[in-house]
Nanobody, 124 residues
């Protein structure tokens, strides 16, 4: 089993920035893809970004492209989501996820492990 713990959420004004972190522990192994999803009140969970093991491949939802940056530090078993130019529409619970595969995916059911989520609130 792999445990994922997010941190870094909070309240920020529109136009501001936040950096989320996700620390992995347990039976981690090399090669796994990591991603971020989010769920706003009354909406379905949606894909935000994903990153390959090496960090050489990344993929973003159109809604965050150019504003968010996903990265990872494998030595620390940690991934990050730098969120810039935040908008009220970015308000959601953000979830870290990992999948036992090298294939990037935007589909939540393809991910094997999930964090508990961290709240991000953007005020206008």
């Amino acid at each position: 089993q792999v445990q994922l713990v997010e941190s870094g959420g909070g309240l920020v004004q529109a136009g501001g920035s936040l950096r989320l972190s996700c620390a992995a522990s347990g039976r981690t192994r090399s090669g796994y893809v990591m991603g971020w999803f989010r769920q706003a009140p009354g909406k379905e969970r949606e894909f935000v970004a994903a990153i390959s093991w090496s960090g050489g491949r990344t993929y973003y939802a159109d809604s965050v492209k150019g504003r968010f940056i996903i990265s990872r530090d494998n030595a620390k078993n940690t991934e990050y989501l730098q969120m810039n130019s935040l908008e009220p529409e970015d308000t959601a619970v953000y979830y870290c996820a990992a999948k036992d595969s090298i294939v990037l995916s935007t589909t939540d059911y393809e991910y094997d492990y999930w964090g508990q989520g961290t709240q991000v609130t953007v005020s206008s």
